[in-house]
Nanobody
Framework: QVQLVESGGGLVQTGGSLRLSCAASGRTFSTYVMAMGWFRQAPGKEREFVAAISWNGLSTYYGESVKGRFTISRDNAKNTGNLQMNNLKPEDTAVYFC???????????????WGQGTQVTVSL
């Protein structure tokens, strides 16, 4: 089992930045070659892929709407993952979830472990 806890969400103005973190406990990411993904869901909308990173950090993928603004990273020694979000826009407002699975994927339904989510609100 893997337990995931997100942190770092909050309220920020348009153009601002936030850094989300995902702390993992239980199985370590690297030992079980687990990839990590970030997804988000806004009220009334479907869950959206944001970013994903392979277990060794060598491969990353981003959703089209966040490319060039968000950066995913991980520190396997600390069992943490991060999502640096720059130049935030009101349409980035959502609950952000981190997730983990063996093997890299951009599909939410492939992910086995999920955190509870952290709210990100971007004001005008």
């Amino acid at each position: 089992q893997v337990q995931l806890v997100e942190s770092g969400g909050g309220l920020v103005q348009t153009g601002g930045s936030l850094r989300l973190s995902c702390a993992a406990s239980g199985r370590t990411f690297s030992t079980y070659v687990m990839a990590m993904g970030w997804f988000r869901q806004a009220p009334g909308k479907e869950r959206e892929f944001v970013a994903a990173i392979s277990w060794n950090g060598l491969s990353t993928y981003y959703g089209e709407s966040v490319k060039g603004r968000f950066t995913i990273s991980r520190d396997n020694a600390k069992n943490t993952g991060n999502l640096q979000m720059n130049n935030l826009k009101p349409e980035d407002t959502a609950v952000y979830f981190c997730a983990a699975k063996r093997g890299l994927s951009i599909r939410g339904r492939d992910y086995e472990y999920w955190g509870q989510g952290t709210q990100v609100t971007v004001s005008l």
